[in-house]
């Protein structure tokens, strides 16, 4: 079974520039996940998609991040304009739906490393 | 969201067992522990979780206190491969699912 996949693993680019980051969950998991880790910081919840709808987006850093899932299935992470704060990697995961039974667990991508200049 | 207390690194010979403690006195009576571990440039990895009774899984045993104000992560065998930042965290599930990492304990593995 394949795991969450993310692309690009790492992107480089100018400040003011525009990068879109794509994840793709575990088939059939409902909930979808963005985490990133800025450089020396611990690792931050972002949001929390069920299916296609935002559960949880408390963690978005500002109005230059939009992310969607248009159809429940990947995701994508736009960031316009980045900054040079916004460095750093960039996780997504993925769970099963929460049914009596489940261990809650979530499975994580490799990342995107983001690189902003 | 109650707050875990780990230690920063420790150290553990290839073979031997290793014990990773966490506090976490302020845990609530419905807060699940997790623990995730983050092996070099991947992402975290559940390994295991319990709410008051002890856990056993392939990877890990989870070795929760009474009161429930600290919990041990024991690797049986220590591996190269375990070296890794190892996470306790405290989640109110089924409420959330969130994860709310702190800086976990890096875990230096000598062969």
């Known amino acids: 079974e394949a795991g969450v996949t993310q692309f690009p693993s790492h992107s480089v680019i100018e400040k003011g520039q525009t990068v879109t980051l794509r994840c793709d969950p575990i088939?059939?998991?409902?909930?979808l996940y963005w985490y990133r880790r800025v450089m020396g910081k611990e690792i931050k919840f972002l949001l929390h998609?069920?299916?296609?709808?935002?559960?949880?987006e408390s963690g978005m850093p500002n109005n230059r991040f939009l992310a969607e899932r248009t159809g429940g299935t990947y995701s994508t992470l736009k960031v316009q304009p980045a900054e040079l704060e916004d460095s750093g990697v960039y996780f997504c995961?993925?769970?099963?739906?929460?049914?009596?039974?489940?261990?809650?667990?979530?499975?994580f991508g490799e990342g995107s490393r983001l690189t902003v200049l | 969201d109650a707050k875990t207390t780990q230690p920063n690194s420790m150290e553990s010979n290839e073979e031997e067992p290793v014990h990773l403690p966490c506090n976490h006195s302020t845990i609530s009576g419905t807060d699940y522990i997790h623990w995730y571990r983050q092996l070099p440039s991947q992402g975290p990895e559940y390994v295991i979780h319990?709410?008051?009774s002890n856990v056993n899984n392939r990877m890990a045993s989870l070795a929760i206190a009474e009161d429930r104000k600290s919990s041990t992560l024991i690797l049986h065998r220590a591996t190269l491969r375990d070296a890794a930042v190892y996470y306790c965290?405290?989640?109110?599930?089924?409420?959330?699912?969130?994860?709310?990492f702190g800086t976990g304990t890096r875990l230096q593995v000598f062969p």
């Open positions: 965290i405290l989640i109110l599930y089924p409420n959330t699912d969130k994860l709310i």
């Open positions: 088939s059939g998991h409902d909930n």
């Open positions: 995961a993925s769970s099963q739906p929460q049914l009596a039974g489940n261990t809650g667990e979530l499975f």
């Open positions: 998609f069920v299916k296609e709808s935002k559960q949880d």
């Open positions: 319990g709410l008051t």
